[in-house]
């Protein structure tokens, strides 16, 4: 009854240092999750304004709202909704023997490394992505209804000032004094 629950125990701890611990290069899986969302932003298609005069004044004119979908809530979901279930899309690939990098995979079927491997490597970086996104969302939602999280700036927002999973260029890193709060480097 004791070794069970001992290893049950090891069991829990052995999961869950595997799934926090299973992305090696932070930096990496975010400039991917930062691609996905930046390709998001980059397809939207221009929308109306949305329209909140649902009710009637006892005169029977419409009262409430016009929104600039720009600005709306609505704009924050779709962008951010189902962002983590595309990053199922993604494999870890080594192109070269020093760094690997996250792809896309467009066939799975057509893929030449193993495929089981491959399809671990896409839940932790759809894994990662929660963990990134729940970090992160107020100030993502934030930015997107300022306007100010634009198509080539995501991955800079993202990955080096909200999360500080990337550290900035080597420059500024040594005039601020700091290495950025990086967990891996470019």
């Known amino acids: 009854m004791e070794g069970s629950k001992v290893a049950s125990v090891i069991l829990i701890f052995t999961i869950f240092f595997t799934v926090v611990y299973s ?13 996905e969302l930046e390709w998001g932003i980059s397809k939207e298609k221009p929308r109306n304004h949305l329209d909140m005069r649902h009710r009637l004044d006892s005169q029977g004119q419409r009262r409430g709202k016009v929104i600039d979908y720009r600005v709306s809530e609505l704009r924050v979901v779709e962008l951010l909704d189902g962002l983590c279930d595309k990053m199922q899309d993604y494999t870890l690939s080594k192109i070269d023997s020093d760094r690997p990098v996250w792809i896309k995979v467009r066939d799975w079927d057509n893929l030449t490394m ?27 939602a ?8 634009g198509v080539g700036d995501v991955s800079k927002v993202l ?13 500024s890193d ?8 990086s967990d891996g480097e470019l």
């Not at 992305?23 to 691609?35: F, H, L, S």
């Not at 934030?142 to 999280?149: Q, T």
């Open 159 to 171: 990955c080096q000032d909200l999360s500080k999973h990337c550290s900035k260029t080597s420059a």
């Open 23 to 35: 992305i090696d290069d932070k930096c990496a899986a975010c400039n991917a999750v930062a691609e």
């Open 114 to 140: 193993d495929k089981q491997e491959a399809r671990a490597y896409s839940k932790d970086v759809s894994t990662y992505c929660g963990r990134l996104l729940e970090e992160t969302e107020d100030e993502i």
């Open 174 to 181: 040594e005039e601020n004094g700091s290495n950025g709060g």
């Open 142 to 149: 934030e930015l997107i209804k300022k306007g100010s999280l």
